[in-house]
């Protein structure tokens, strides 16, 4: 088992830096799934972590110059790593404006994820800053339980507004309420909806676009204007919308209204529901269609879920990386699923 | 179901409608007062006044003008309910407190009459929300029968003067103590705490000192708990008049410029300790 990687590029550390801090305000112990191609943070624990599962994904050769792994064996080529969040993110901190990052799997008496930063100096020595992470390797047997979540094509899905805005009125909402009420339709309109004794709050948004459906089928019989409703914890949402950190230009919302076959049907006392968020930041002229991240994994061990909201994140930029190669299209992808209350 | 669209009411169905292009002008001034979570609103075609009292001792009165308001009909002679002003706050600032430059908060307020919710419709940037805040069985305000005509001293300071000594109060003191006097110390404010008792007196030609009309020497001591959520008028304001009556009563009147150049009242009154009397007798 080997892991060994470097970043020479001041934006792409800067822009790893942001991602490990956007982990850390999520989630304090996270598994870190290393593979050939991609680098994964992963969030799996619901009961844990109170409903929230994360995914995220970051395509390795848009962030290291130099990247060596070996997995455990030829077949399960792959590392499974836990970790504490706000160590790696504690650690890349120290990294800005470094001259570059090294990180590389080490055994000191116990398994580290050892961080070593190069920084600038005025005179030519150079100055070395070492972080050792404690960390525990995940057996294989145990992997599965950390497969990336799947969700069937969702019913309704729509731009989201700018996530300020949105963070702010869900902020002021949760002042109020602890469970928000998220509407969407495929005419472009978003509600947030809080409803107490006291008080009934709702903001609309519209306009806001709906994306263009991922397959041709199901989704498009729906009449335009029917709203498909979610219901959500509202710390959770803020956690997301408080913790995001990369500043995506766009962000893509996707509800399921009627989507997960549950394994235990009768469990569940509210017609099943499910809300994916995604994001993206678009620099290029067409992006892809956003179809393959917006997956809801069945959840039957908790009694209380009914349904599952899901958030994605995913950001794209056209990045120099290497001279020679003009741009290359960077792509990250952070997927948070919740449990509906 | 909430009202989706304010126009399809007709205004003559409602008892208060008030339209404001800056929401901030209104959750400003509702801010100075917010040490309790319910308030009473009375409107008539002046504008309108809220009210938030705490045992029975301190009164503190928000006036808004009609003025203010870019559109304001009160169809009745005056309509009076209680709110939640925590609420209110929370509904009025959901497009958030520190709005970025450029960008205003449009409200329109609207309320039926006895037993109807208040209606609030935001605006900003085209998106729209919508508020139903039940309201409350008006409660019977306090009435503190402080006449201008009983006024033994008065004192108007620039609030700067003001603001660092009740921001930095020594709150392990029960009571604050003001002393308003013709001769020296003028005006002093002392405070009886663990650390021992500090007293700060603001000399009568001091820049600060709008007016100075003091024609007896009074010694009052007023809980400092009921006096310290005064603080927040204070800060917003540019003014501060200071008053005692033959009872000792204390009124604070806060002069509040919003950022039009509008202006508004805040006024705090209250009671005084008892014990001083207790102590003097």
Redesign the interface.
Known sequence: MKFRAKIVDAACLNHFTRVSAMIAKLAKTCTLRISPEKLNFVLSDRAASAGVSMWCELEQENFFSEFQMEGISAENNAIYLDLTAENLSRALKTAQNARALKIKLTNKHFPCLTVSIELLSVSSSSRVVTHDIPVKVIPRKLWKDLQEPTIPDSDVSIYL?ALK?MK??VE??K??SNHLIMEANLSGELNLKIET???????????LGNPPPASEDASQERPPEQMAEVHIDIRKLLQFLAGQQVNPTRAVCKLHANPVPFTSPAKVSHPPGALTFGEEAQVLENPPPLASWDQVRPESSHPHVSGELELCFQKMQAWPVQPGKACLVRQERITLAFSLV | MPLLTPQTQEDGDYSLVASLDNVRHLSTILKAIHFRDHATCFATKNGIKVTVENAKCVQANAFIQAGIFQEFIVQEESVTFRINLTILLDCLSIFGSSPMPGTLTALRMCYQGYGYPLMLFLEEGGVVTVCKINTQEPEETLDFDFCSTNVINKIILQSEGLREAFSELDMTSEVLQITMSPNKPYFRLSTFGNAGSSHLDYPKDSDLMESFQCNQTQVNRYKISLLKPSTKALVLSCKVSIRTDNRGFLSLQYMIRNEDGQICFVEYYCCPDEEVSESES
């Open positions: 507004p805005t702010s009125i002021k909402m002042n109020i004794e006291l008080v009934c709050v709702t903001t609309h948004f519209k306009d």
